[in-house]
C-alpha cells in the first residue's frame, strides 16, 4: 500500500482530509490492536492505548518523512512502542 499511504498521508497534511484519515487509520488498526494486546494482558487498556497511538499518529503525521528511508509502517510501530513504554512506566 505504498503509494496509496502516501497519497492519503498527503491528503491528511494538506487538508486534514477526515474520510484520508479514516482510511489509513482502518488499514492498520487490528495490525496495531493486535501489537498492543500482546503487550498487554487488559483487553480495555490495550484498546484505551490504540486509540491514543492512533491520535498521536495523526497529531505527528507532518513529522513523518517517508525520504528518511523508513515505512510508514515502521514509522507507526516506533509510536506504538513508545506509548506500550510510556504506560509501563507510569
Keep these: 500500500m505504498r503509494l ?11 487538508s ?5 484519515a479514516d482510511e489509513l487509520v482502518r488499514h492498520y488498526y487490528d495490525e496495531i490492536h493486535g501489537f498492543a494486546r500482546k503487550q498487554i494482558s487488559n483487553a480495555d487498556v490495550a ?4 486509540q491514543e497511538i492512533f491520535i498521536s499518529m495523526l497529531r505527528t503525521i507532518g513529522h513523518y518523512d517517508a525520504r528518511r528511508g523508513a515505512s510508514f509502517r515502521t514509522w507507526l510501530y516506533r509510536i506504538a512502542a513508545n506509548k506500550l513504554v510510556d504506560w509501563f512506566r507510569s
Design 4 to 14: 496509496d499511504e502516501l497519497r492519503l498521508i498527503k491528503k491528511i497534511r494538506r
Design 16 to 20: 486534514g482530509d477526515r474520510a484520508a
Design 47 to 50: 484498546l484505551d492505548l490504540t
